[in-house]
């Protein structure tokens, strides 16, 4: 009964709210204005049935979470999906080949003939996708707040178009370059911020890609300032001409071979030792250096190592596009690519992945929906918040277990 009251109010202050903009409504042809009051009830309606949900869902968790805190055998726990997967090295590897197999064969399943728009599509998504885990290793493993992530992106977009348009050099000598270059971006960046933390850290790297984006703008001579640079050339693929779709299904394969690279690097890394110095750093920084670990190397090479990434795709989205500007290097695009760590879940690749593919694709294929996809895309993430505000995916550490039983034997054998 208290839900159902809680929800009623709830629906009464929401459809005073949208009064005004719901219900009251001005011909401007006819000079008249139009009462609407059947989207007052359908305001109601659905404010008082999420309401209800809303409290119901939370009173469920808080019940769930109280049940296992008071369970005297929590390895009766069952399992998720994603444990179940990781266990099960040969499930596992079914699902990767399965997965892999798809991601090959999706150009020439959703393209034919002059139409590669989904191609074009996922080329987009797969770009984030890279520049996820790149910011998954600062953000994720070593807890380094970075709201200008989108500056090492533009280094190595640009770092492509000057080389190529000013020196001739070809994509795949400069791909490379551009990682090198973002990277030392990064250790930049990284040097004179090394004491910083929290809130003053975050305000940092917002100033460095505030006034990254205001060199690319102010600096004609250079970087073309706001017209940008155009006509860059695409991926060469051993100096065959290709069509405009063949370009579009060979730039898919060139990033979607740096989103399995990014990938294997990224899990080497986190279950190396600079990987849980990288996580000892972000759980506590005080204790991590009272424990030996190099700060200044451990948070230098998470910058350097984040922003490789981003200058190596940069290179891809410049090749891709043939044409940038300061105006598509937003802060806008840093908090998206922040979002994708945060809504996969810290440290979680899987996570980061699927929370990528979901943020850039979804808002494209809601098209049709142009006046509430953005609506809908806050109501989701703020659910994430509430009810998963650890991730889509838990970060699963890779546990070692001390056998006390076989060391007794051992022990008692001698």
């Not at 998720?80 to 080949?97: F, K, N």
């Not at 940092?204 to 984006?213: D, R, Y």
């Not at 598509?328 to 996969?344: C, E, K, Y």
Request: proline share 3%.
């Amino acid at each position: 009964m208290t839900h159902v009251k809680r929800s009623l109010g709830i629906a009464l202050w929401f459809m005073f709210l949208t009064l005004p903009l719901m219900v009251v409504r001005v011909n401007t042809v006819s000079r008249e204005i139009e009462w609407r009051w059947h989207n007052m009830a359908l305001v109601g309606i659905c404010a008082f049935a999420i309401a209800w949900f809303w409290q119901f869902s939370i009173e469920r968790r808080m019940s769930k979470l109280a049940q296992v805190s008071n369970d005297k055998h929590p390895e009766l726990k069952k399992p998720t999906w994603t444990q179940r997967l990781a266990a099960d090295p040969v499930l596992s590897r079914r699902v990767l080949i399965a997965v892999g197999a798809l991601a090959m064969v999706f150009p020439w399943l959703v393209s034919t003939g002059q139409n590669f728009y989904h191609v074009n599509v996922m080329v987009s998504a797969l770009i984030f996708v890279v520049l996820g885990l790149g910011l998954n290793i600062t953000v994720g493993l070593a807890g380094l707040l970075d709201l200008g992530y989108i500056a090492f992106f533009a280094v190595g977009a640009y770092t492509y178009a000057l080389l190529a348009k000013t020196f001739g050099m070809g994509f795949w000598t400069c791909l490379p370059l551009g990682g090198l270059m973002g990277a030392l971006f990064g250790v930049v960046l990284g040097f004179p911020i090394l004491r910083l933390r929290g809130d003053y850290l975050a305000i940092v790297t917002l100033g460095f890609a505030s006034i990254t984006k205001i060199v690319l703008e102010n600096w004609d001579t250079v970087f073309g300032g706001a017209a940008g640079i155009a006509n860059i050339p695409r991926p060469d693929f051993f100096g065959v001409e290709l069509t405009g779709r063949e370009k579009a299904v060979y730039t898919y394969y060139i990033v979607l071979g740096l989103v399995a690279l990014a990938v294997l690097v990224t899990t080497r890394l986190k279950n190396s030792r600079i990987g849980r110095a990288w996580m000892a750093l972000r759980e506590d920084e005080i204790a991590c250096v009272a424990m030996g670990v190099d700060m200044a190397r451990t948070k230098l090479s998470a910058y350097a190592l984040g922003a490789f990434w981003a200058g190596l795709v940069g290179v891809v989205f410049a090749a891709h596009n043939n044409f940038i500007n300061p105006d598509s290097f937003t802060f806008m695009d840093s908090a998206m690519i922040l979002a994708m760590v945060v809504l996969g879940g810290m440290g979680s690749i899987l996570g980061v992945i699927i929370a990528a593919l979901a943020l850039k694709l979804m808002p494209e294929y809601l098209r049709a929906f142009a006046e509430y996809r953005m609506l809908v895309f806050g109501a989701v993430m703020v659910l994430m918040m509430i009810f998963r505000p650890q991730g889509l995916i838990n970060d699963m550490r890779r546990k070692y277990e001390y056998d006390t039983a076989e060391r007794e034997d051992d022990d008692g054998g001698k």
